[in-house]
């Protein structure tokens, strides 16, 4: 398998497991986005690829050869920090060359190169200017330039607009994809952000406490969460608690609002997700649910619903219309249990 | 509505920072430019035709050329060495944590602490004449003479000057590489840089400011030494701060004394105003990380062995000395040469005992002892009084960085640093025992003496903490309300914490070590400690020697007492940012 390869990566810090037996694979020319919460290993995961910090088991490889030994600076990998982290001592141009440089590249090569990666970045002569006057925007272009330019095998982004205002980051995230996208860039970008994960990414690790909570492309992930922590980390809250019971005719599951057929397994406590997109409005006498609004919020296109249905609240965004109902009225929800549903058994460790 | 509040914030800053600049331009103008004024008024008081003649004529005379020609080199040789050897013990300070860091920064902290007299005997006390290595040599190998030839030499000079002036290379450098973010040589591996190329291109670049600062302090140090070149060079070297005080106290040729610190003030003066423009240029809005995130453990076997031995290296270079000194305090070698019956061979109390009697030999007033507390008493003045002076000066020169007072008055606030010390205390002796300012009888001539030599250290060394705090920083605790005074009580001492610190240790030591003014200005019956010392140290006699050690060696122990207190403080400190 070419690309990337990350086998069974284990990290400790003392008594705490950072990075708990982490595998996956990311293929030439893909874009794979680490996701998680602050805290749960994706950072220390992107320093152990990049050769800053040494797994405590398992192997980190490139087109089938052990990194293991091979320092940083030889990897061959280009990484973004958050905060850009440009060199203070260095203008625009100096940074961005300095990849070239230290590859021992002729000058002429290196004025070329570096014209090449502040056009792509959008700052075609800014060669000369300070970093330290530079906006928060255009640092994160040039450290974008800094690590592109020496045209690594494989890209690693740290946060990149981590440290932006959130208008900034939604153009940027744009500019960010085409870029990558036209350079066929080899990357592992990690956030926090599930947005600019799914905008970005071929695929998505969702990470959770050290630990690979689910794999796949990000309309895989958002239709079918794996396990709870994914649904909720997607934003998927319409959980409710219910308990599965199994008999001749199969198995069930009940819940506060109704009962409906579930797939086989324990008796006992399970979580049901009800996936919003799976969800439509239904006229009266046609409802597979029905509750009272609480809550409209109108959020241009669409409008949110809260709605209490048996005491358990749920949220529904609809595309905005005006024959919504209002606060206080009555719902009518209607959708098939075998789309709509999606189990989780209570872990049995957790 | 807003209008009119931020007009009387901006208002109100500009009259504080005016009032700032007043309280160290007072002190300076009557205690630096009214006495050097007085003594450039000497140099040329009996010559004809103006100070040009008195300059011209030194400087055609081959002697004083010999002299600062030699000034100069040993100068740059030392601080090519302390660099040498700083440099990467401040990298294991800076970038890593191990145990008895703690104790080895205190100990490395040590020989900056002492007078460049007691350095001298410690010296002397471990390769001189008289010295341990030499009394074993002759022992084992039954000489009659020592063997070790090292008072007298250039060697002598330059070893003792590395000794005393590694730690400023430790601490300034070392503080500013501990917080210097390490993700930068990260994105520079990233980027393809090996160690060597990261170092070059990356991490050396960005410390300039900090070597270049320290070296710059240094090479002034070696430049204007006195007490380790009288003592330890000998007649053959002289640099031209020994020049002027055997002019003055020996020849007492007043006009060629104040020709000679007028000309190593132009020195100085120059080294000062080309460092403020280099620093000018290089100085970068760095973002100052705190140290937990800098440093890390030694790993792997080999870069523990080599730290570990750099280490041990660097704590016996800078600790045998004073073992040594103290060892000799609390022993009797010299029975064999001296008038038998004095001090016996092998262990004694003898010189401590020694120092609380009032020996009749008419040398002290008061007992040896009593100069510990004189000592004490002088420092603490000194402190309240350099910090004092040097926290408006330094929160002056980092909230108006751009203006053009600043960029006056920096360097004309290093000017104590470039003056030697021996010139400041003879413009005290000669400016201030008259009116308008008779300050002859008063116990504040030592302190003010001493805060003029500090007063350049606090600055420099409060002046980079304060300009590296974010004016963001500033800006959100004055939108928050918060008056100019309370944006200073709340922001800038908390976060210069450290750096307030650093300063008052410097202070501190400067004053318990002060040795060239104060043997011009201390009176006879309140010696310092150093003045006791020199005075004990340049009688004759196995019990004077052995009681300037011992004395010596209890200076030794309260400032390393001092300094080790400051460095327990430093780590609990919640200024520590």
């Known amino acids: 398998m070419p690309g990337l390869e990350i086998q069974n990566v284990t990290r400790r810090f003392g008594s705490t497991i950072a990075v708990q037996d982490v595998s996956f694979q990311v293929a030439p020319g893909e874009i794979v986005a680490v996701v998680g919460p602050s805290g749960c290993g994706k950072s220390t995961l992107l320093s152990i690829v990049a050769g800053l910090l040494a797994p405590d088991s398992g192997d980190v490889r490139w087109d089938g050869q052990s990194l293991r030994h091979l320092p940083t600076h030889r990897r061959g990998f280009g990484l973004m920090f958050q905060d850009f982290v440009l060199f203070p001592h260095r203008n625009v141009f100096d940074n961005v060359a300095f990849g070239l440089q230290m590859a021992g590249m002729d000058t002429g090569q290196i004025q070329q190169r570096v014209a090449e990666a502040l056009e792509l970045v959008g700052l075609p002569g800014f060669g000369e200017r300070d970093v330290n006057t530079l906006s928060g925007g255009e640092q994160q272009r040039v450290a974008l330039a800094r690590s592109i330019a020496p045209r690594p095998r494989l890209l690693m982004l740290d946060e990149p607009l981590g440290a932006l205002d959130r208008a900034l980051r939604e153009r940027l995230v744009e500019d960010l994809r085409l870029i990558l996208r036209r350079m066929h860039q080899t990357a592992l970008y990690v956030t926090h952000d599930q947005e600019e994960a799914f905008a970005l990414a071929d695929r998505v690790v969702l990470m959770n406490a050290g630990r690979v909570e689910q794999i796949g492309a990000p309309m895989e992930l958002y239709n079918h969460p794996e396990t709870e922590f994914v649904a909720r980390f997607l934003g998927l809250d319409n959980l409710l608690s219910g308990q599965r019971v199994c008999d001749e005719a199969g198995c069930r599951v009940e819940t506060p609002l109704g009962r409906w057929p579930a797939p086989p397994g324990r008796t006992g406590a399970i979580t049901v997700l009800l996936r919003p997109d799976a969800v439509h409005l239904g006229s009266s006498g046609d409802c597979t649910l029905s509750g009272t609004v609480q809550e409209v919020v109108f959020k241009g296109r669409s409008t949110r619903l809260e709605l209490a249905a048996n005491g358990v609240l749920l949220h529904f965004d609809f595309p905005s219309r005006a024959e919504l109902p209002g606060v206080g009225e009555q719902i009518c929800l209607r959708f098939s249990a075998g789309e709509a549903l999606q189990f989780y058994d209570e872990a049995a460790g957790d | ?577």
Request: aromatic fraction near 10%; glycine fraction near 8%.
């Open chain 2, 1 to 577: 509505m807003s209008q009119p509040a931020t007009r009387s914030v901006a208002s109100n800053r500009g009259r504080l920072g005016w009032l700032l600049w007043l309280p160290p331009l007072i002190f300076l103008a009557l205690f630096y430019f009214y006495p050097l004024g007085n003594i450039l008024g000497l140099s040329f008081a009996r010559q004809e035709g103006g100070w040009t003649v008195a300059f011209a004529q030194a400087l055609a005379s081959p002697s004083v050329l010999h002299i600062l020609g030699f000034t100069l080199w040993q100068a740059l040789l030392s601080t090519l060495l302390t660099l040498l050897l700083g440099l990467p013990g401040a990298y294991l300070m800076a970038r890593y944590h191990f145990p008895g860091k703690a104790i080895i920064q205190a100990l490395t902290g040590l020989p900056f602490v002492m007078p460049t007299l007691v350095v001298a005997a410690a010296f002397n006390a471990l390769l001189g004449a008289r010295g341990w290595v030499n009394a074993a040599l002759m022992g084992i190998f039954d000489l009659s003479q020592p063997p070790l030839q090292f008072t007298n030499t250039l060697t002598a000079i330059l070893v003792a000057h590395v000794f005393y002036n590694t730690t400023i290379v430790l601490r300034m450098v070392g503080d500013f590489w501990s917080h210097l973010d390490p993700r930068l040589e990260q994105a520079a591996q990233s980027l393809g840089a090996n160690r060597w190329q990261t170092l070059r291109h990356i991490t050396l670049p960005l410390l300039l400011p900090a070597i270049a600062a320290a070296a710059l302090l240094v090479f002034i140090f070696d430049f204007t030494s006195f007490g380790v070149v009288l003592i330890l060079g000998g007649p053959r070297y002289a640099t031209l701060e020994v020049e002027i005080y055997y002019q003055t106290v020996s020849l007492f040729n007043l006009p060629l004394a104040a020709v000679l610190s007028l000309l190593q003030l132009a020195c100085t003066l120059g080294l000062t105003v080309i460092y403020t423009r280099l620093s000018a240029r290089l100085s970068r809005p760095l973002a100052l990380k705190p140290r937990q995130i800098t440093q890390r453990r030694l790993v792997g076997w080999r870069a523990r062995l080599m730290a570990g031995g750099f280490l041990i290296f660097l704590l016996a270079f800078m600790t045998l000395p004073l073992l040594g000194l103290a060892g000799r305090s609390f022993y009797g070698l010299d029975s064999g040469r001296e008038r038998s019956g004095e001090v016996q061979t092998g262990p004694t109390l003898a010189y401590y005992r020694a120092l609380n009697e009032s020996r009749r030999s008419a040398l002290f007033y008061a007992p040896p002892a009593s100069s510990i507390a004189i000592s004490l008493g002088y420092a603490a003045a000194t402190v309240i009084l350099a910090v004092g002076l040097g926290l408006p000066a330094a929160l002056a020169l980092s909230s108006q960085r751009e203006s053009r007072l600043s960029r006056l008055l920096d360097p004309l606030f290093m000017l104590p640093l470039g003056t030697s010390a021996v010139t400041l205390g003879l413009g005290f002796i000669v400016a201030l025992d008259q009116p308008p300012l008779d300050l002859r009888a008063s116990p504040l001539l030592i302190p003010l003496a001493h805060a003029l030599v500090a007063f350049p250290f606090v600055v420099r060394s409060l002046a980079p903490s304060l300009g590296s705090i974010s004016p963001r920083l500033r800006q959100a605790a004055t939108v928050l309300g918060a008056s100019p005074r309370q944006v200073l009580r709340h922001i800038d001492l908390p976060l210069v914490g450290r750096a307030l610190l650093v300063a008052a240790t410097f202070a501190f030591t400067i004053s318990l070590g002060e040795f060239g003014a104060t043997a011009l200005v201390s009176r006879p019956e309140y010696p310092t400690i150093p003045a006791a010392i020199y005075r004990l140290i340049s009688q004759p006699g196995a019990l004077n020697y052995g009681q300037a050690l011992a004395l010596s060696t209890i200076l030794m122990v309260v400032s390393a007492a001092g300094m080790l207190l400051i460095e327990r403080l430093r780590i609990a400190d919640v200024g520590e940012f």
